[in-house]
């Protein structure tokens, strides 16, 4: 097959339809492959090329932004920026995500998932996602955000299409429903963080939460600005709500698809963080996030010119068989050791600060439906995510007895 001929784009449904089959093909004939759809940009698939660009951030620069679109520098948070700006825009929340600052979140996680299922239980069927994966992570986001965790309906419409923006190619591709999703974001946020300012100022109580992190951290001296402070709410609602939600949308579809992993799992709980992690590995959540070159360079013969928006595939490399055994095999028993070598939270110094939030939402809404819905199981097709750079269901329809 010619290399040419190997049609890939998040743009491509028959990408969508079968990712397993389109990344091993570009994997082994076409490691750095190039489209003009929807605009121009490369793709990196074998897992040596995209860890290795991933480590190094003075060529693989993020200031254009995670998304195919060309984002204005200086403008983004985190995954928008290089450093020394990075540096201290990670450090500014980093306490914030710490392992042991997230453990203490899960008995309320568990009080949360416990009284969802107590919601579904009363019926034999419903949307897993729907009432499930998704109100789990936008509830802890409202908690980390001082926001009523009423309004988790509200954040999940400004999300999706945010979401999907990631794989549009900019400028007139934006849709009025991205426009308004970020235009709804902005004010509310920004009356929001007003209100929290007051508080701060008229000296009252407030809560020890991310926003008043973000309000009262310092850099030499020089709090963030409002408009900064807007960004990391911003990204922060969308990395740290509908990824979670796939993943445990991708993990229940993976384990009623495979009965017998699934009753290895009921037969041995101590697997759940196991089965969570080949669940990254095996489904990505996020397929793959962009970088620029700051210099030409040639991957695999191919030259690749300075600025060009490269995507970095982590769903493929967590595939590659050169560092994985049986790679599309889904085994919840592989090596723990070796498991979390998946790059579905990143690699280098974008590693995802939220992987321990995930991975502990992961584990308890698990847990929680073993215990009390052993009996899940698929009740018709499920509905695949419409946001190109991201995998998993928009609706995951299942019963149980
Ligand atoms: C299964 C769930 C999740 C997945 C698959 C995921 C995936 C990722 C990936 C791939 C990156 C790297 C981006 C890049 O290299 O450009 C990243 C970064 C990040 N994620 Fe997550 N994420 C998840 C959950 C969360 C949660 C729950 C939060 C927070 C509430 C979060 C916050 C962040 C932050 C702050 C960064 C930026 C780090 C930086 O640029 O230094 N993520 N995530």
Known sequence: ?????????????????NPTNVMGLL?????IHHTSTPSAHFTLTREEDVTAALRDEKIWSSKYGPGLAYSEPGVGVLVSSDPPEHTQERTAISRIFKASTIEKMEREITDLTNQLIDDLEENMSGDIIKEFAAPIPLTVMCWLLGTPTTDIELFRSWVLPMAEAVAYSGGRGASDEVK???ENFFEYFGTHIEQRKDLLISGQDVPEDLLT??????????????????????????????????????????????PTQFELLKSNPELIPNAIEESLRYDAPVHGLFRTNTQEITIHGVKVPVDSKVCMMFGSANRDPNLWVDPDVFDIARDPKTLRNHTSFGVGSHYCLGAPLSR?????????????LPKLRANGSPTQTTAGVLKGFSSLPVRWD
Do not use: W
């Not at 994997?27 to 490691?31: I, L």
């Not at 009262?216 to 001296?221: K, M, P, R, Y």
């Open 213 to 258: 992190r973000l309000l009262t951290v310092t850099n030499d001296g020089k709090e963030l600005s409002t408009k900064k402070i807007l960004g990391f709410c911003q990204f922060l609602l969308v990395a740290g709500s509908e990824t979670t939600t796939l993943m445990i949308g991708n993990v229940l579809h993976r384990l009623m698809e495979n």
């Open 360 to 372: 502990l939402e992961g584990k308890v809404a698990l847990a929680a439906i073993i215990k009390r």
């Open 1 to 17: 097959m010619n290399p040419d001929d190997i049609a890939f784009s998040f743009a491509d449904p028959n990408f969508h339809n």
């Open 27 to 31: 994997r082994d004939k076409c490691p």
């Open 180 to 182: 308004s999703a970020y």
